[in-house]
């Protein structure tokens, strides 16, 4: 039997920081995949059969944090931000919007791969449920939206 190809390390989903800028880093337990769909556009040129495709358009997906509640504000004070702009005089004005680094973790907490999120800002903050019958943690959850990611290419 022959094998084609280098071996393979495949990530571990567990371990992973978010550094947001003017925020800081924080742990978080969830983070939404990453995704970004280029458009196909098609066009028939003189009674071709077959069309002629081209990419169009990326869309990048939102991404979503969660994190156990802790007194730390600073997610929801970034939205608060972005909502006081929109209830503003409907100028635009991009000082809410930073740069995030999604950085991926060896179990021993070195690098493994960053992946920068350009632009970002929040669209919705979530700050848990609470339930006195339950033993379990109370959740929040940000949503991030942005421009586009990048990674640095691996050497």
Same mark, same amino acid.
């Given at each position: 039997? !022959?094998?084609?190809?280098? /071996?393979?390390?495949?990530?571990?989903? &567990?371990?992973?920081?978010?550094?947001?800028?003017?925020?800081?880093?924080?742990?978080? &337990?969830?983070?939404?995949?990453?995704?970004?769909?280029?458009?196909?556009?098609?066009?028939?040129?003189?009674?071709?059969?077959? /069309?002629?495709?081209? /990419?169009?358009?990326?869309?990048?997906?939102?991404?979503?944090?969660?994190?156990?509640? %802790?007194?730390?504000?600073?997610?929801?004070?970034?939205?608060?931000?972005?909502?006081?702009?929109?209830?503003g005089l409907g100028l635009v004005d991009d000082?809410?919007?930073?740069?995030?680094?999604?950085?991926?973790?060896?179990?021993?907490?070195? %690098?493994?791969?960053?992946?920068?999120l350009y632009r970002a800002w929040p669209v919705?903050?979530?700050?848990?449920?609470?339930?006195?019958?339950?033993?379990?943690?109370?959740?929040? &959850?940000?949503?991030? %939206?942005?421009?586009?990611?990048? %990674?640095? !290419? /691996?050497?």
């Amino acid at each position: 039997m !022959t094998i084609i190809g280098q /071996p393979r390390s495949f990530h571990h989903k &567990s371990a992973f920081v978010v550094e947001i800028d003017d925020l800081g880093s924080s742990s978080f &337990s969830k983070c939404g995949e990453l995704s970004v769909e280029v458009a196909n556009v098609q066009h028939w040129e003189g009674g071709r059969r077959i /069309p002629y495709k081209a /990419p169009g358009r990326l869309t990048f997906s939102d991404v979503t944090l969660e994190r156990g509640a %802790t007194r730390d504000l600073d997610l929801y004070l970034w939205l608060k931000e972005v909502a006081d702009v929109a209830a503003g005089l409907g100028l635009v004005d991009d000082r809410y919007k930073r740069t995030a680094d999604v950085v991926q973790q060896d179990r021993d907490g070195t %690098t493994r791969r960053r992946w920068t999120l350009y632009r970002a800002w929040p669209v919705k903050f979530v700050a848990g449920e609470w339930d006195n019958d339950s033993d379990e943690v109370v959740i929040e &959850s940000v949503t991030l %939206t942005y421009d586009w990611f990048d %990674t640095p !290419t /691996p050497r």
